[in-house]
């Protein structure tokens, strides 16, 4: 994944958090929070991609 992928998610995180400072309204603090929520999951999907990956690629055997 590139970083202009997960700098999108953090645009938009800081697009709501914007908002709900502005306005004060809960529905852009809720939704900044699912967008954060989301983004961690992406993150942590492609960490542990990265390693399956990367076990793979090496010439060692390894456990699951």
Do not use: Q
Request: charged share 25%; net charge negative; aromatic share 16%.
């Amino acid at each position: 994944m590139t970083s202009s992928y997960f700098n999108e998610w953090l645009d938009e995180y800081n697009d709501y958090m914007r908002l709900y400072m502005l306005f004060g309204d809960e529905y852009y603090l809720v939704h900044a929070r699912e967008t954060l929520t989301a983004l961690k999951e992406i993150i942590a999907r492609a960490e542990r991609h990265k390693s399956i990956v990367c076990k793979i690629m090496s010439n060692t055997v390894h456990a699951y």
